[in-house]
């Protein structure tokens, strides 16, 4: 429970913070207001593979504005602890770290989870078993988060791990049909510049050989 609120807090804090730093920066700077004219154009149903690659060749066609947001300079992230007592969603087992992994599930794990479920264009969900010292016993590499996709023709799924938050955004970003990317601090990027991890994230060689 404390922890729910201690999250809450330093969101909240973070949240300020950037406010505080936009109300200073330029008036374009407005992550709030998207432009107008701008559609939803996010895709609803699962593609195949030959569809994910011409997304994928549209993408790197389109045109991307000249301005790019550059972010907040003043934007300051607390380093999250290194301990996470990690509950397993499948069987309950609690396994505590206090190493580099406690600090990669603190900073990765809930928004991973929030945005895999966001993902419309693929069959995806996450793969966390090998957190938990119960379901994954004999696990002797090193623990990660997994993503698990299928393209609409495939029968066999694909599996890319030790993602993070931000590889999950980038596949929101592509599926919205995004030109840009925007960091954590909102430092904008153009989407096309990271088209060889969207493909790898989703088991797709691109450009093709
Ligand atoms: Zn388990």
């Known amino acids: 429970?404390?922890?729910?609120?201690?999250?809450?807090?330093?969101g909240l804090g973070l949240i300020l913070g950037i406010m505080s730093c936009f109300s200073g920066a330029p008036a374009k700077a407005d992550p709030g207001n998207e432009e107008p004219d701008q559609k939803d154009d996010t895709i609803k149903k699962h593609l195949s593979r030959a569809e994910l690659i011409a997304a994928m060749q549209a993408l790197a066609e389109k045109k991307v504005p000249d301005k790019l947001s550059e972010g907040a300079m003043c934007y300051k992230v607390a380093m999250p602890p290194d301990r996470y007592e990690y509950v397993c969603p499948s069987c309950g087992h609690k396994t505590l770290y206090t190493d580099d992994l406690g600090y990669y599930l603190n900073r990765n794990l809930h928004q991973c989870r929030a945005l895999v479920k966001n993902l419309t264009a693929v069959d995806a969900r996450l793969d966390e078993s090998s957190f938990c010292k119960k379901c994954s016993?004999?696990?002797?590499?090193?623990?990660?988060?997994?993503l698990i996709t299928r393209?609409?023709?495939?029968?066999?799924?694909y599996q890319s791990c030790q993602i993070t938050d931000e590889d999950l955004v980038l596949l929101n970003e592509f599926f919205a049909g995004k030109v840009t990317h925007r960091d954590n601090t909102d430092y904008e990027t153009p989407l096309k510049d990271e088209l060889k991890r969207i493909a790898s994230l989703l088991g797709i060689t691109y450009p093709e050989k």
Not at 1 to 10: C, D, E, G, L, Q
Not at 151 to 157: G, P, Q, V
């Open 1 to 10: 429970m404390w922890y729910i609120i201690a999250i809450t807090i330093s």
């Open 137 to 146: 016993p004999d696990n002797k590499e090193k623990p990660s988060l997994c």
């Open 151 to 157: 393209c609409s023709d495939d029968e066999n799924t």
